[in-house]
């Protein structure tokens, strides 16, 4: 089974916990930089009392050292999954996975508004095939001792199959067979997901906008379960 994170791409702390009060039944939420910058520790600790696994968001992406203190903050904080970016390189995410104790950290590999020539601009080559380059930096996370990666529902097949039984994968991009997509561009429901080898699916507007977001989740969780390893 995959577990459903519900992303909390909410302007203020107000807003996000009344969706919170609507989701009884929720184990995960995600805090990004958004919410995070505006709201602080604050909000991660009401969410833990509240009894919420926390995933923050926050994609670092600087010297070891740096980037392996806020490790430490957020595992202090009581945070239980974080991403950072593998093109910092193994020597960072090797600091930080020995900060990390108990919290999980999660690699991004390329981010999803890249386009091949984007990304060869970035780095400083000419042509890039995008998929192996997220290949790549998936084995750099892994040799580094990442717990996982972030992934599109289109790679997460291949990354199951290349990283074996333990890692994390963590999916966005869920979406009812039929649904709008809205901005997303590759797209799975939870249980094509959970079944091609995710670990936590992170949902967003199909709960934050719903009518009813209680019963979406509930079914997020059916599916997940029902579709999952
Ligand atoms: O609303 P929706 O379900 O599309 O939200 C997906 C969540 O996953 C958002 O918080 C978004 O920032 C995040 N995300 C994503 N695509 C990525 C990485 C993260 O949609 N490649």
Redesign the pocket.
Known sequence: MAEIVV?L?HPTGDEALALVDRLPRARWV?V?SVLFTREGPALVETLRVRGLEVFLDLKWHDIPNTVAGAVRSAAALGAAMATLHTLGGREMMAAAREAAGSLRLVGVTV??SHDAASFGQAVGRDAVEIGTEALRLADEAMAAGLAGL?C?PAEVGALRGRLGKGALLVV???RAAGAPA?D?RRTASAGEAAAAGATHL?????ITGAADPGAVLDRLVAEAGAGGR
């Open positions: 992303a791409d995600k990004g981010l999803t972030v599109s966005p991009g869920i809205d997303q992170v949902v967003g507007r199909p």
